[in-house]
């Protein structure tokens, strides 16, 4: 499991979601009535995206890191 499967499976099951901070929410215009308000939520596809942009970044800064097992199994950075 990836960290983008842990942090969406977190999310769902919280209920949680993510929203849009600088424009939080978005007035919706009701001919004849007082508006109503929707909540900016940033689609799970575009975090998704970010994380994994994220992840090949720093994977690329580091590309020479190499991990070692030890004899116990355990493995360490070289």
């Known amino acids: 499991m990836n960290i983008t499967e842990i942090i969406e499976n977190i999310l769902r099951q919280q209920g949680w979601g ?6 939080p929410i978005q007035r919706l ?21 970010e994380i994994e942009n994220n ?13 070692s097992s030890n004899s116990d199994g355990s493995q360490e950075n070289i």
């Open 18 to 23: 993510i929203y849009d901070k600088q424009t």
């Open 29 to 49: 215009n009701l001919q004849g009535e007082a508006p109503l308000f929707k909540v900016n939520e940033v689609e799970f596809k575009y975090l998704e995206a």
């Open 55 to 67: 992840t090949k970044e720093e994977e690329w800064k580091q590309p020479n890191s190499k991990k």
